[in-house]
């Protein structure tokens, strides 16, 4: 039986829930990386601390990619780069809470647009998969064990410059189909959704 299960991911939408972590969550900046800054909880099993040690968070960073769009007045949308390979990507402890009941961690994707200084682009669109779940190390020894199923979430940054084509200095706002949700955002396909990403 799995001693671990997934309860929250923490975004907007989930404003009623507490984070347990005590970080702000939701679309944020910082300097110049532009982020979606969710929470997730999972509860654990009173049964499961008897049996494990060092129960903590894990997560593998999932296939992503980066489109822009040079110019409103060409539909077009070029790929800067693309992953389809899984990566590990762990939560820092700093970024861990255990509360003996639930074990909760905060994660910020997003994209550093300062990467894109000097280009003049009109549409940046991120998207990033996760793999999360949480592991634990037997107190009679071992090797670490998986203590629930995989969680597959999604962060996606979609961004418009509205000061394209007005001045070189971009000003990178949200647009349509920012979010950060459970489930598999397709990274070759996901764009398209958006009626407005086309405009």
């Known amino acids: 039986m799995p001693y671990a299960t997934f309860t929250n991911l923490l975004y907007p939408s989930g404003a009623a829930l507490k ?37 903590r968070p894990v997560q593998w960073a999932a296939p992503d990619s980066i489109r ?9 949308w070029i790929v800067h780069s693309r992953r389809n390979d899984d990566q590990p990507d762990n939560p820092d402890p700093a970024n861990s809470v255990d509360k003996g009941g639930v074990v909760a961690f905060y994660d ?6 300062a990467k894109f200084s000097g280009h003049d682009l009109w549409r940046l669109f991120v998207v990033q998969n996760f793999k999360s779940y949480v592991v634990g190390d037997p107190v009679k020894g071992g090797p670490t064990e998986t203590l629930c199923d995989i969680v597959c979430w999604c962060s996606i940054t979609s961004l418009f410059n509205s000061n394209h084509n007005i001045d070189p200095v971009p000003k990178w706002e949200r647009g349509e189909g920012n979010r950060a949700a ?17 405009s």
């Open 19 to 55: 984070a347990l972590t005590g970080r702000a969550l939701g679309p944020l900046a910082i300097l110049t990386y532009l982020m979606n800054a969710v929470e997730l909880q999972f509860a654990i099993d009173p049964a499961a601390r008897k049996i494990y040690k060092k129960i």
């Open 68 to 76: 822009y769009r040079k110019d409103r007045s060409d539909p077009s």
């Open 108 to 113: 910020s994707p997003g994209l550093d647009v």
């Open 182 to 198: 459970m489930g598999w955002a397709d990274i070759d396909t996901d764009y398209k959704r958006y009626t407005s990403l086309s």
